[in-house]
């Protein structure tokens, strides 16, 4: 079977369930807006019109909880990695996402294989004869272990973990000279974990709540930084993460600065990994199978 937008909806659904209304995964989430600027150093590697020098535009983002589960609590395990989902309304009228999640990777190289991962999730049962498809899947895919056995504490605060595009990206500069990125979002005010013990009596909605809370404090601040691509450096698989020594630089600052309200009054939010304005160009192919897959899930959940 192919990984068809429509197969992979179907594949996240067998793992999460199907449920009325929400996204197939990222399912619970609340919304903010405010404010992004560029940084001087930006428009030297992209025409992109929001990453000129001085240009300055409104954003929403969305921040989630990975699992396809509206309800899940945050101190839940499936409620890792958590998402952050930016988009940037240009003075053109047009808008341009970057959809991004608090993990430095992703299980799998390719979209067939991510099918392939969930079909695995959701036929394996804890009645399951061993060993189970999940099993089989994860043997042949280290990676892909890793990544389901990795430590995710549970963050403080939606605004107390970095955030990472994982696909590349192609940017163009006024010279004709081509950049390959990957992007990160760093909280200004660091990273913060709770205890286990803070985790466990941590509420529901204790992540919602409290990112509310905290606008209503001061802006809530990140860095929006572009990792860069040494020759070598494979641009079509997210399963690998660049070296953390490869150099990095700052685009511009988002400073979010209003509570926008959960789900239930964002309905017809969505976040397009390859909206992109010229200066910039999907360069994993991923992104595009991305997109198409979440215009199902949005479909679905607007029948
Ligand atoms: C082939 C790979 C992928 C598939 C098939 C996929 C699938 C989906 C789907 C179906 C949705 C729901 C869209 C909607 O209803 O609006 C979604 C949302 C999301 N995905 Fe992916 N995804 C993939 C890769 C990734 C990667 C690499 C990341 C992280 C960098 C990521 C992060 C997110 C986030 C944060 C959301 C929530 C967006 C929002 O707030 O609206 N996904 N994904």
Redesign the pocket.
């Known amino acids: 079977e192919e990984?068809t937008?429509d197969a992979?909806?179907d594949a996240?659904n067998g793992v999460f369930g199907v449920h009325q209304g929400?996204?197939?995964?990222?399912?619970k989430?609340t919304v903010l807006t405010g404010t992004f600027t560029a940084s001087p150093e930006a428009a030297a590697l992209s025409t992109a019109p929001h990453l000129q020098t001085g240009a300055s535009v409104p954003v929403t983002v969305?921040?989630?909880n990975f699992a396809?589960i509206p309800t899940i609590a945050d101190n839940d395990g499936l409620a890792s990695?958590?998402?952050?989902?930016v988009k940037f309304k240009l003075a053109d009228g047009s808008e341009t996402d970057i959809?991004?999640?608090s993990?430095n990777g992703?299980p799998v190289a390719?979209?067939n294989e991510?099918?392939q991962l969930l079909v695995a999730l959701g036929t394996s049962k804890p009645d399951t004869p061993k060993p189970t498809p999940l099993d089989k899947f994860l043997g042949d895919h280290p990676i892909a272990k890793a990544f389901l056995t990795a430590a995710k504490p549970n963050p403080v605060s939606y605004a107390s973990l970095p955030?990472?595009?994982?696909?590349a990206f192609k940017f163009t500069n006024k010279d004709g000279k081509a950049t390959f990125v990957r992007y990160q979002i760093v909280p200004f005010g660091g990273e913060h974990y709770l205890s286990e013990a803070d985790a466990k009596t941590a509420t529901a909605s204790y992540l919602s709540d409290e990112i509310k809370k905290r606008v209503g404090q001061g802006p809530v601040t990140f860095n929006l930084v572009a990792q860069i691509a040494d020759a070598g450096d494979k641009v079509d698989d997210?399963s690998i993460a660049w070296p953390a020594d490869r150099k990095t630089v700052s685009l511009g600052t988002i400073s979010l600065t209003a509570s926008a309200g959960d789900d239930a009054a964002n309905p017809q939010?969505?976040?397009m990994?390859n909206a992109v304005p010229a200066g910039i160009e999907a360069a994993d192919p991923?992104v595009a199978?991305?997109a198409a897959?979440?215009a199902?899930?949005?479909a679905?959940?607007h029948p």
């Open positions: 990984a937008p992979v909806i996240l929400a996204r197939a995964v990222h399912a989430g969305r921040f989630s396809g990695p958590r998402g952050m989902a959809v991004a999640h993990f992703f390719t979209t991510f099918r955030y990472y595009g994982v696909n997210p939010l969505v976040f990994p991923m199978d991305r897959t979440y199902v899930s949005f679905r959940r």
